[in-house]
C-alpha cells in the first residue's frame, strides 16, 4: 500500500473514540504546563523583587535565564537567600520545561502512530470491501454522488489526489486514497476486481476515458458511469468501456429549460425524486426467479391496493421500456419495476418480489 494513502474509519467504533480522548488530553496537559511555567515566573520575578530589590525587568530576566539555563552573568550579586532561591527556581523551572517537551513528543508519537494504524486499517478494510462503488473524484460532484450513496448506505472508496480534500472526507467518515485514480495499481488498491461500480468525475475529459478504459480491463463485469463534458468524449467513453456517460452541462441546461416550460412537472419530479422530507422515492425494484408475482398481472398483484405503490414503468429483461403498464400487464422474472411511493412501502414490495411462491 503507498504511503499516501489514508484511511478515516467511522467515529463509532472504540478505537476512534480512544484516540480521541488522547488526543484532547494532550492539549490540557501542555495547557497546564505552560499555566505552572507562567507561575513559576510570576513567583521567581516577585521573589528576586522582594529578596534582592531588583526592578521588574532584572527580576524577570534573571528569573529567564535561570530556568533555561542558558548561562548568562547575572543581573547583579545575589545574596546568599538569593542563592537559595535561585536552586528552587531552577529545579522548578527545569522540570516544568521537561514536561512540557515531554508532552509535546508523545502527542506527537500519538498523532504519527494513529496515521500509521490508520494505513494498515485501510489496507485491510478495503481488502474485505466487496460491491463497493469506486468514485474517482471529488470536486463539487464527486461530493454530491459521496453524500447520496452515502445516505442511501451504499458502501463507497473515494480515490482523490487532492491533498486538500483529507480533512472533508476525514469529517464526512468516507474511506478514501490520496492518489491518482489514472494508475492501475491504485485501483487494483481501491479493491476494483471485487467492486460493484466505478464512478469517474475527475475534471478532466481525456483522465476519465483513461481512468475507464483501465477499469474495463481490470474488471470486465464493473459497471462504469463517468462524466463527459464535452458531446465527442461521450462516443470515446462508450468505446472505452462505460455503461453509462453524463453531461451535468447539458443536463443542467435542459433542466433549466424545463423549468421555464414545465415549472409543474419539474416541482413534482423535485418532490418525488430529491425531496426526502414527504417521504416519497422512485426505486427500481427486480422481480427474481420464482417469485410468487411471477407471471401475475398488475390488477391481481395487488401493488396498487395494499402497498399503494404506483408503477410508473417496467424494464422488461429484454430491454424493452414499458411506461405507464395497464393493469393486464403481466409481470416476469428478471423484470425492473420502477415504482413510486412510500419507502416503507417499497421495501415491502421488495421483499414480495424476492420471495418464491408456495
Not at 204 to 213: E, G, L, P, R
Not at 268 to 281: A, D, K, P, S, Y
Not at 286 to 311: A, F, H, M, P, W
Request: aromatic share 6%; with cysteine; glycine share 8%.
Amino acid at each position: 500500500m503507498s504511503d499516501s494513502a489514508r484511511l478515516f474509519f467511522s467515529r463509532d467504533t472504540p478505537m476512534i473514540r480512544i484516540d480521541s480522548k488522547i488526543s484532547s488530553l494532550a492539549p490540557r496537559k501542555i495547557f497546564k504546563g505552560i499555566f505552572i511555567l507562567f507561575v513559576i515566573l510570576f513567583a521567581g520575578t516577585a521573589g528576586y523583587m522582594i529578596i534582592e530589590r531588583w526592578s521588574f525587568l532584572d527580576s524577570l530576566y534573571m528569573t529567564v535565564i535561570t530556568i533555561t539555563t542558558v548561562g548568562y552573568r547575572e543581573v547583579g550579586k545575589v545574596s546568599e537567600a538569593g542563592r537559595i532561591f535561585t536552586i528552587f527556581v531552577i529545579f522548578s523551572g527545569v522540570g516544568i520545561i521537561a514536561y512540557i517537551l515531554g508532552i509535546v513528543a508523545q502527542a506527537m508519537v500519538d498523532f504519527q502512530m494513529r496515521s500509521i494504524i490508520g494505513r494498515k486499517r485501510l489496507g485491510l478494510k478495503i481488502r474485505t470491501m466487496k460491491n463497493h462503488y469506486i468514485i474517482c473524484g471529488f470536486g463539487r460532484l464527486g461530493k454530491i454522488i459521496c453524500r447520496e450513496l452515502k445516505a442511501s448506505n451504499t458502501p463507497i472508496v473515494v480515490v482523490d489526489n487532492n491533498p486538500e480534500n483529507r480533512q472533508v472526507l476525514e469529517d464526512e467518515g468516507i474511506p478514501y486514497i490520496n492518489d491518482d485514480a489514472t494508475v492501475e495499481d491504485v485501483l487494483i488498491e481501491a479493491g476494483i476486481e471485487r467492486a460493484k461500480g466505478l464512478v469517474s468525475v475527475v475534471a478532466s475529459d481525456a483522465d476519465n476515458v483513461f481512468i475507464t478504459m483501465t477499469a474495463r480491463g481490470l474488471n470486465p463485469s464493473l459497471f462504469i458511469l463517468a462524466r463527459a463534458d464535452e458531446e465527442r468524449t461521450e462516443k470515446k467513453l462508450i468505446r472505452a468501456g462505460a455503461d453509462r456517460v453524463v453531461m451535468p452541462y447539458l443536463i443542467g441546461g435542459q433542466r433549466m429549460a424545463q423549468t421555464i416550460l414545465k415549472p409543474a412537472v419539474t416541482d413534482f419530479l423535485e418532490l418525488t425524486v430529491h425531496n426526502r422530507q414527504i417521504g416519497l422515492e422512485m426505486g427500481e425494484l427486480e422481480v427474481s426467479e420464482n417469485s410468487k408475482l411471477d407471471g401475475v398481472t398488475l390488477i391481481d398483484s395487488g401493488i396498487r391496493q395494499e402497498l399503494d405503490v404506483i408503477i410508473v414503468a417496467i424494464s422488461k429483461k429484454s430491454g424493452e421500456m414499458k411506461f405507464n403498464p395497464s393493469s393486464q400487464t403481466r409481470i416476469e422474472a428478471g423484470d425492473t419495476l420502477i415504482s413510486l411511493g412510500k419507502s416503507e412501502d417499497l421495501k415491502k414490495l421488495a421483499q414480495i418480489l424476492s420471495s418464491e411462491a408456495k
